[in-house]
């Protein structure tokens, strides 16, 4: 099953582009990757998702290199109620078709006027 | 709305008194699951269901137990709570669980402490 590795913290400005990137050297050809955002006192909150390539959303992008080894969230022009924790996970599914779901540590982004 | 609604959100108990986190989903998910959140460790999974009458442990199960008799509950029991059980907990469902790119639907948490 994938690990996933994540930077524990990153600070930023508002106006700025933030790039998060998540390394999961062990990802299996069917699994997908997730990125969720969590609040203080909230549960976490789907952002995006994808396989290969680059897939965009209203708030996000997420680019998969080919290797599908790492996967890199980017924020555009964040501001300051982005200040949050991010997760990366990596499902997948065991032999008794049961999803497996591996979240990484999460990584706190700090967003600064 | 489509919500998770977790119940109480904060709870304070003693050690070795049974307690019961509730949990409910109004989307019609098949997929119910249980996280615990500690500082520095992320979400850990404590158990799983895919159905009505069908679970499953997750990496933490030990010293907690589920029940799934109706599809959108999916209540989380401690029998004999212990400290080491203070966390922040949260509830999660999904459409299904037969694929890997589901979106997970969390509940606002229950932070218990065992005192």
């Known amino acids: 099953l994938a690990k996933t590795t994540q930077p524990i913290s990153m600070d930023s400005y508002e106006g700025q582009e933030v790039n998060i990137t998540c390394s999961h050297n062990n990802i299996a050809t069917n699994d997908y990757i997730t990125w969720y955002q969590q609040f203080p006192s909230q549960g976490p909150r789907f952002i995006i998702q994808g396989y290969k390539t680059k897939v965009t959303n209203e708030v996000a992008s997420l680019f998969i290199p080919a290797d599908r080894k790492s996967s890199t969230l980017s924020l555009p022009r964040v501001s300051l109620s982005d200040t949050a924790v991010y997760y990366c996970?990596?499902?997948?599914?065991?032999?008794?078709?049961?999803?497996?779901?591996?979240f990484g540590q999460g990584t706190r982004l700090t967003i600064n006027p | 709305e489509a919500q998770v609604t977790q119940n109480p959100r904060y709870l304070i108990t003693v050690t070795g008194k049974k307690l019961t986190v509730t949990c409910s989903q109004n989307m019609n998910h098949e997929y119910m699951s249980w996280y615990r959140q500690d500082p520095g460790l992320g979400l850990r999974q404590i158990y799983y269901s895919m159905n009505v009458e069908v679970t499953d442990k997750g990496d933490v199960p030990e010293g907690y137990k589920v029940s799934r008799k109706e599809k959108r509950n999916f209540p989380l029991i401690l029998e004999s709570p212990s400290p080491n059980q203070t966390s922040l907990y949260f509830c999660?469902?999904?459409?299904?669980?037969?694929?890997?790119?589901?979106?997970?639907?969390f509940g606002s948490g229950t932070q218990l402490s065992v005192l």
């Open positions: 996970l990596v499902s997948s599914l065991l032999v008794q078709g049961a999803q497996k779901l591996v």
């Open positions: 999660a469902s999904s459409l299904y669980q037969g694929s890997t790119n589901e979106k997970l639907f």
